[in-house]
């Protein structure tokens, strides 16, 4: 069984910075690309960035220059970075990861999220 599980997420002011963290466990063989996604209050889930195991990122214009995705294969850790934050970036986040299981399947798998409230 695979989880994704999320921390870091928090009260910040605005301008802040805020560092997200997804740990991968469980029966794991390979991971592909890892994303961050987030639902803000009363709206559709948007994805956030996108990082390959090749290192292709990919970001949406609204955070482009402000956020920056990571990851530590070995530690089956995927990171979002996240700096000069405004009150629009309050959202549920969560990570996604498409991972290869132990049966050589390649399957999507979720984190249960995490909040972020950017407010003075």
């Known amino acids: 069984q695979v989880q994704l599980v999320e921390s870091g997420g928090g009260l910040v002011q605005p301008g802040g910075s805020l560092r997200l963290s997804c740990a991968a466990s469980g029966s794991i063989f390979s991971i592909g690309v890892v994303a961050w996604y987030r639902q803000p209050p009363g709206k559709q889930r948007e994805v956030v960035a996108s990082?390959?195991?090749?290192?292709?990122?990919n970001y949406a214009d609204s955070v482009k220059g402000r956020f920056t995705i990571s990851r530590d294969d070995a530690k089956r850790l995927v990171y979002l970075q996240m700096n000069s934050l405004q009150a629009e970036d309050t959202a549920v986040y969560s990570c996604m990861a498409n991972i290869m299981d132990r049966g050589k399947l390649w399957r999507d798998y979720w984190g249960q999220g995490t909040q972020v409230t950017v407010s003075s």
């Open positions: 990082l390959t195991n090749s290192g292709r990122t």
